[in-house]
């Protein structure tokens, strides 16, 4: 809206491989920064769960890979990550990559 643009793309433009999240909540002990944890992640509520890594790189944010690109990640979704089917950890997405 600042700009008074559109962008058009191509599907594949819609990728994200990671997303970085904050207003973060931890339902286990907070990992060290920056030490991986093997989850799976959900970035809205009725999606499958996807293999990825999630790591604290902050006092309030965290950062999901994962291990393959992921349709329509955007700023203002919950990512929820899971280890089985315990949920351990989940912010809400501030931006994608």
């Known amino acids: 809206p600042q700009s008074n643009t559109i962008t058009v793309g191509d599907r594949d433009d819609l990728l994200a491989s990671s997303c970085t999240a904050t207003d973060t909540n931890w339902l286990i002990d907070e990992p060290v920064d920056g030490t991986p944890i093997r989850c799976e992640a959900k970035i ?13 790189t902050g006092d309030d944010e965290l950062r999901v890979r994962f291990d393959e ?15 089985d089917d315990t949920v351990i950890c989940g912010g809400w997405i501030a931006s994608a990559t």
């Open 44 to 56: 809205r509520y009725n999606a499958e769960p996807v293999a990825a890594v999630v790591s604290r």
């Open 69 to 83: 690109p992921q349709p329509a990640v955007a700023p203002g979704q919950a990512v929820v990550c899971y280890v």
